[in-house]
């Protein structure tokens, strides 16, 4: 069984950073694109940045600048750098990852989610 376990979140000041993380464990043969997404308040959702397993990566127009996807392979994990914070950045953040099992079943993976809050 996959899992995806998430880590990071908390409260932090407009203009500070947080660094969210987002490990894969469980039966896995290959990771392909992560990702992170962000719901806010009355169920809208945005996707805030995606990279895949080339290392390819594309964000919202929102945080470009601002935050930075990265992924080390060899631990299943990915990381969402988020700087200069603003209070439209408060959302609750899930990971994801399309995902191979060893048992050769492919399928999109999902964090429990954590939450970001920016504000004085």
């Known amino acids: 069984q996959v899992q995806l376990v998430e880590s990071g979140g908390g409260l932090v000041q407009p203009g500070g950073s947080l660094r969210l993380s987002c490990a894969a464990s469980?039966?896995?043969?290959?990771?392909?694109?992560m990702g992170w997404y962000r719901h806010f308040p009355g169920n809208q959702r945005e996707l805030v940045a995606r990279i895949t397993d080339g290392d390819s990566t594309n964000y919202a127009d929102s945080v470009k600048g601002r935050f930075t996807i990265s992924r080390d392979n060899a631990k299943n994990t990915v990381y969402l750098q988020m700087s200069s914070l603003k209070p439209e950045d408060t959302a609750v953040y899930y990971c994801?990852?399309?995902?191979?099992?060893?048992?050769?079943?492919?399928?999109?993976?999902w964090g429990q989610g954590t939450q970001v809050t920016v504000s004085s």
């Open positions: 469980g039966s896995i043969f290959h990771v392909y694109a």
């Open positions: 994801t990852a399309d995902i191979t099992s060893s048992e050769g079943f492919r399928g999109d993976y």
